[in-house]
């Protein structure tokens, strides 16, 4: 279910009210651990399996790695839990994409291959808790972390509703220890809890989906070539649309956790105020890349092992975090894109880093003194990821090259499609998006809205709820479950 | 962090956002407005989902918005205790309709298609995609959707404010009609008396519509607007006039074979917009063929005086007196010229 639904706030409801009964701590983590089945269980029942599936193999397998101290064996055991869990996330996840690959290099070769199409249906969030499952298993292979001592709390760690199908994709030190002892909310958490939940909510139901999804489907979907104006804005709606969508998932997330008095990590920091590329994955999806920095970048050398080797692992990094996203080729692009930038930043602070060989190196680029050049800055970042975004959301490389072609003027006059209500829309509330992000960049919503006076809270919280209302655009799906 | 809670802006919330809905709701039923459910993919699938019920128990109608407005389903429902499960999208081309109960094998039924011809007889595009979407949200829906369906019933049902189309956000900012740019289409905007929706996906006008000249001048001038985005298109050439026929001949044999029953309905419209569906659509070449072609029953309203005399107040829908009437002579039609059995002695739920 989705968290912009009837069905969650009655679900909600309940949640709330048995987590709060006097029961013991074991009973309340069975209701959460149910819950949580219940919540998955409202998309497709019989995916159900897979979830308990990948649970159990590495409850146990995770136990042995931990314990198993012949070498042989415990690489076996690995295997074992990659080969689950992988094995399940590319047969349905790039199970077709494969397939496809496979048929047009069969018949570039000459071989007449047509096998029939397969239906294979994408378990929702199933790259979500599949990270969540995989780090555990890494973790307890590289003795990183204590086992988890019961299956109840491994089994609420993976399955635990408001992160289970977008993130934040947790650790398990970071979930595990609070399902050891008794929790709920303090007062404060409550209404912390309820406040972000409020906000997410608006991000996703009134900005994403009542303001810029029309006009970023529009556009993308458009066969047209398009004038350079309409080709601007409907990328503009989409990169407002994929930041409002996916923060405001992972701002519900964390309100309703805090809301059963859990913490889980922050996993957006005002992106679009990035000044620089390293700078923007420190703020976007954050808990996605730590994973991959940590899973994948660190073990494919990083920074240690000269600059080639550097270079390699940032780009097979942000290459294979393309795949994540989805079974397409124009999520690789969209991750080799990212990974250019992050090279050409890289090799400007490395010339810089020479110049001035005194100075410590830092991982991202300084903030200039001077505010206004510093903002300069964060405004060619944010453009720079706006191409980026064409590939993310384009079905096609021929669509993503068309867009491009009509942004930057490559075209003739192309077809006008989006109307002025539509263009007011994205001209307003994208740079809103990116000057909010720029004043907020250094600080947290819950501390700025402590330091306004009760009455201005509810001033603004009461907007919130009541543009929610207004909107009257509950239900629809967030965008990342499809990853 | 500061320790202290949120608790009194919480609770201040609370009291602003009931005071504006409830003072928001107050004056819009002050103003006389009706309730209207949100005709959009779960209300759709809903009905949708009902059309698995025995031959004698229901009949299902598809087309566009004119069975919508002239089909009156109390009517129906009193004089026939037969259950109508209406499908029908308005400004959409029923075919994928059609075809979508044509190949679901568990449809046993009897069916009804409305034929508007201009949309009927219209190449795939953008008039399938609202039909389209609330077929496949059928097909896809969860089961948390379903809740959410059943929950937000009763609030539709109690609160006026919760009309997408004309409270919502976006309904109000389309209002302002900020002028458009050159050749950009912008979707025309119907007056609110003229679309009021019930639970059953009866769509009905106000009394004050029915009245009111200015109200209808301005639906006139919609259908004249759609009217003209035809203007100086070529006719449809032959061979793709007949794959539609073709098509359509196709889903009415699957449904027959399985036992089911399908008869078509040209329902009333009248004035210049009659004239104009004459003149585009000659009725040897596309009613009168296609029952011929899909050996299928059908009841064209100028052939019944019964029904042949309705005015429509903006040339393409019955008012609601007059949907009533057309209901009961559509029944007595469809038993007595067509010999459908309608009387259902068991009591409807």
Same mark, same amino acid.
């Not at chain 1, 219940?38 to 409850?59: H, K």
């Not at chain 1, 510093?374 to 453009?383: C, D, E, G, I, R």
């Not at chain 1, 201005?456 to 509950?474: C, G, H, N, R, Y």
């Not at chain 2, 077929?135 to 959410?148: E, L, N, V």
């Given at each position: 279910?989705?968290?912009?639904?009837?069905?969650?706030?009655?679900?909600?409801?309940?949640?709330?009210?048995?987590?709060?009964?006097?029961?013991?701590?074991?009973?309340?983590?069975?209701?959460?651990?149910?819950?949580?089945?219940?919540?998955?269980?409202?998309?497709?029942?019989?995916?159900?399996?897979?979830?308990?599936?990948?649970?159990?193999?590495?409850?146990?397998?995770?136990?042995?790695?931990?314990?198993?101290?012949?070498?042989?064996?415990?690489?076996?055991?690995?295997?074992?839990?990659?080969?689950?869990?992988?094995?399940?996330?590319?047969?349905?996840?790039?199970?077709?994409?494969?397939?496809?690959?496979?048929?047009?290099?069969?018949?570039?070769?000459?071989?007449?291959?047509?096998?029939?199409?397969?239906?294979?249906?994408?378990?929702?969030?199933?790259?979500?808790?599949?990270?969540?499952?995989?780090?555990?298993?890494?973790?307890?292979?590289?003795?990183?972390?204590?086992?988890?001592?019961?299956?109840?709390?491994?089994?609420?760690?993976?399955?635990?509703?408001?992160?289970?199908?977008?993130?934040?994709?947790?650790?398990?030190?970071?979930?595990?220890?609070?399902?050891?002892?008794?929790?709920?909310?303090?007062?404060?958490?409550?209404?912390?809890?309820?406040?972000?939940?409020?906000?997410?909510?608006?991000?996703?139901?009134?900005?994403?989906?009542?303001?810029?999804?029309?006009?970023?489907?529009?556009?993308?979907?458009?066969?047209?070539?398009?004038?350079?104006?309409?080709?601007?804005?409907?990328?503009?709606?989409?990169?407002?649309?994929?930041?409002?969508?996916?923060?405001?998932?992972?701002?519900?997330?964390?309100?309703?956790?805090?809301?059963?008095?859990?913490?889980?990590?922050?996993?957006?920091?005002?992106?679009?105020?990035?000044?620089?590329?390293?700078?923007?994955?420190?703020?976007?999806?954050?808990?996605?890349?730590?994973?991959?920095?940590?899973?994948?970048?660190?073990?494919?050398?990083?920074? %240690? +092992?000269?600059? #080639?080797?550097?270079?390699? @692992? *940032?780009?097979?990094? /942000? =290459?294979?975090?393309?795949? !994540?996203?989805?079974?397409?080729?124009?999520?690789?692009?969209?991750?080799?894109?990212?990974?250019?930038?992050?090279?050409?930043?890289?090799?400007?602070?490395?010339?810089?880093?020479?110049?001035?060989?005194?100075?410590?190196?830092?991982?991202?680029?300084?903030?200039? %003194? +001077?505010?206004? #050049?510093?903002?300069?800055? @964060? *405004?060619?970042?944010? /453009? =720079?990821?706006?191409?980026? !975004?064409?590939?993310?959301?384009?079905?096609?490389?021929?669509?993503?090259?068309?867009?491009?072609?009509?942004?930057?003027?490559?075209?003739?006059?192309?077809?006008?499609?989006?109307?002025?209500?539509?263009?007011?829309?994205?001209?307003?509330?994208?740079?809103?998006?990116?000057?909010?992000?720029?004043?907020?960049?250094?600080?947290?919503?819950?501390?700025?809205?402590?330091?306004?006076? !009760?009455?201005?809270?509810?001033?603004?919280?009461?907007?919130?709820?009541?543009?929610?209302?207004?909107?009257?655009?509950?239900?629809?799906?967030?965008?990342?479950?499809?990853? | 962090?500061?320790?202290?809670?949120?608790?009194?802006?919480?609770?201040?919330?609370?009291?602003?956002?009931?005071?504006?809905?409830?003072?928001?709701?107050?004056?819009?039923?002050?103003?006389?407005?009706?309730?209207?459910?949100?005709?959009?993919?779960?209300?759709?699938?809903?009905?949708?989902?009902?059309?698995?019920?025995?031959?004698?128990?229901?009949?299902?109608?598809?087309?566009?918005?004119?069975?919508?407005?002239?089909?009156?389903?109390?009517?129906?429902?009193?004089?026939?205790?037969?259950?109508?499960?209406?499908?029908?999208?308005?400004?959409?081309?029923?075919?994928?309709?059609?075809?979508?109960?044509?190949?679901?094998?568990?449809?046993?039924?009897?069916?009804?298609?409305?034929?508007?011809?201009?949309?009927?007889?219209?190449?795939?595009?953008?008039?399938?995609?609202?039909?389209?979407?609330?077929?496949?949200?059928?097909?896809?829906?969860?089961?948390?959707?379903?809740?959410?369906?059943?929950?937000?019933?009763?609030?539709?049902?109690?609160?006026?404010?919760?009309?997408?189309?004309?409270?919502?956000?976006?309904?109000?900012?389309?209002?302002?009609?900020?002028?458009?740019?050159?050749?950009?289409?912008?979707?025309?905007?119907?007056?609110?008396?003229?679309?009021?929706?019930?639970?059953?996906?009866?769509?009905?006008?106000?009394?004050?519509?029915?009245?009111?000249?200015?109200?209808?001048?301005?639906?006139?001038?919609?259908?004249?607007?759609?009217?003209?985005?035809?203007?100086?298109?070529?006719?449809?050439?032959?061979?793709?006039?007949?794959?539609?026929?073709?098509?359509?001949?196709?889903?009415?044999?699957?449904?027959?074979?399985?036992?089911?029953?399908?008869?078509?309905?040209?329902?009333?419209?009248?004035?210049?917009?009659?004239?104009?569906?004459?003149?585009?659509?000659?009725?040897?070449?596309?009613?009168?063929?296609?029952?011929?072609?899909?050996?299928?029953?059908?009841?064209?309203?100028?052939?019944?005086?019964?029904?042949?005399?309705?005015?429509?107040?903006?040339?393409?829908?019955?008012?609601?007196?007059?949907?009533?009437?057309?209901?009961?002579?559509?029944?007595?039609?469809?038993?007595?010229?067509?010999?459908?059995?309608?009387?259902?002695?068991?009591?409807?739920?």
């Amino acid at each position: 279910m989705v968290f912009n639904s009837y069905t969650f706030i009655a679900f909600f409801l309940i949640i709330l009210f048995l987590h709060n009964l006097p029961l013991s701590w074991k009973t309340k983590k069975i209701n959460l651990l149910l819950a949580s089945y219940i919540f998955y269980a409202a998309w497709n029942p019989p995916f159900i399996l897979l979830l308990w599936l990948s649970t159990v193999i590495d409850f146990f397998v995770g136990r042995a790695l931990y314990t198993q101290e012949n070498h042989y064996k415990k690489k076996m055991l690995l295997i074992v839990s990659l080969i689950g869990n992988l094995g399940m996330l590319v047969f349905f996840k790039y199970g077709t994409f494969l397939l496809e690959n496979f048929v047009a290099l069969c018949n570039a070769i000459g071989f007449d291959y047509h096998p029939a199409e397969p239906n294979i249906i994408l378990p929702a969030g199933i790259s979500f808790y599949t990270f969540t499952t995989l780090c555990y298993t890494i973790d307890m292979y590289q003795k990183r972390s204590e086992p988890v001592k019961s299956l109840l709390d491994f089994s609420l760690f993976v399955t635990f509703f408001p992160h289970l199908v977008a993130g934040p994709i947790v650790r398990p030190p970071q979930l595990v220890p609070q399902f050891e002892w008794p929790r709920k909310a303090s007062l404060k958490q409550m209404t912390d809890g309820l406040l972000l939940l409020t906000l997410g909510l608006f991000m996703k139901v009134v900005l994403a989906d009542s303001m810029l999804s029309a006009t970023a489907n529009s556009v993308f979907e458009s066969k047209d070539l398009l004038p350079t104006l309409d080709a601007w804005i409907g990328v503009f709606a989409f990169s407002g649309q994929i930041f409002l969508d996916f923060a405001g998932y992972s701002t519900c997330a964390i309100g309703v956790a805090l809301c059963l008095g859990f913490v889980l990590p922050q996993n957006f920091n005002y992106p679009y105020a990035a000044i620089g590329f390293s700078d923007f994955w420190k703020r976007w999806h954050i808990t996605l890349s730590t994973w991959l920095r940590d899973y994948l970048y660190i073990p494919l050398g990083g920074n %240690r +092992h000269g600059k #080639i080797r550097t270079y390699f @692992a *940032l780009m097979a990094t /942000m =290459l294979l975090g393309g795949l !994540w996203h989805g079974a397409n080729w124009t999520f690789v692009a969209w991750g080799g894109l990212h990974g250019i930038y992050l090279w050409i930043e890289r090799y400007l602070k490395d010339r810089r880093h020479a110049a001035h060989s005194h100075k410590e190196p830092s991982d991202t680029i300084e903030v200039r %003194r +001077h505010p206004w #050049i510093s903002f300069f800055y @964060a *405004l060619l970042t944010f /453009m =720079l990821i706006n191409i980026t !975004w064409v590939f993310f959301r384009a079905d096609t490389f021929g669509k993503s090259w068309q867009l491009l072609q009509s942004m930057f003027g490559l075209v003739g006059e192309g077809k006008a499609l989006l109307t002025t209500l539509a263009i007011l829309k994205v001209s307003i509330i994208v740079p809103l998006i990116v000057l909010f992000h720029w004043f907020m960049r250094n600080t947290k919503v819950l501390n700025v809205a402590y330091k306004l006076s !009760w009455f201005w809270i509810s001033l603004v919280w009461s907007t919130l709820v009541l543009m929610i209302i207004w909107a009257q655009e509950s239900g629809s799906s967030f965008i990342y479950f499809q990853f | 962090m500061e320790k202290k809670s949120l608790l009194k802006s919480a609770l201040l919330t609370l009291v602003i956002v009931i005071f504006v809905i409830g003072s928001w709701e107050i004056y819009l039923r002050n103003k006389g407005i009706p309730i209207s459910y949100d005709d959009g993919p779960p209300l759709w699938a809903n009905n949708r989902a009902m059309v698995y019920e025995p031959l004698d128990d229901a009949v299902v109608f598809i087309g566009s918005s004119r069975i919508k407005y002239d089909l009156d389903i109390p009517t129906w429902q009193n004089k026939t205790n037969i259950h109508a499960v209406q499908l029908a999208v308005e400004g959409s081309n029923p075919r994928p309709a059609l075809e979508d109960l044509a190949n679901d094998p568990n449809f046993k039924g009897r069916l009804i298609v409305d034929v508007t011809e201009g949309l009927f007889f219209s190449k795939s595009g953008p008039l399938d995609k609202t039909l389209n979407e609330n077929i496949k949200y059928f097909h896809d829906r969860t089961p948390a959707q379903k809740i959410s369906f059943f929950l937000n019933k009763p609030l539709e049902s109690q609160f006026v404010f919760l009309n997408k189309d004309y409270f919502s956000l976006n309904a109000k900012l389309d209002e302002l009609e900020i002028p458009r740019r050159a050749g950009v289409f912008m979707m025309p905007l119907f007056p609110i008396e003229f679309s009021h929706n019930t639970f059953e996906r009866q769509m009905f006008m106000t009394p004050e519509f029915v009245v009111d000249t200015v109200l209808q001048n301005k639906v006139k001038a919609n259908w004249a607007f759609f009217a003209s985005l035809g203007k100086g298109a070529p006719p449809m050439p032959t061979a793709e006039l007949d794959a539609i026929f073709k098509s359509v001949k196709v889903a009415t044999d699957k449904i027959k074979a399985r036992g089911g029953e399908v008869l078509f309905v040209r329902t009333p419209s009248s004035g210049v917009y009659l004239q104009g569906e004459k003149i585009g659509f000659p009725r040897e070449k596309y009613w009168d063929k296609l029952l011929t072609y899909t050996n299928c029953p059908g009841i064209h309203f100028l052939d019944y005086p019964a029904i042949d005399h309705f005015v429509c107040p903006e040339l393409s829908h019955l008012s609601r007196p007059d949907a009533i009437e057309f209901t009961k002579h559509f029944i007595d039609i469809l038993e007595k010229d067509k010999n459908w059995k309608l009387t259902n002695s068991n009591k409807l739920n």
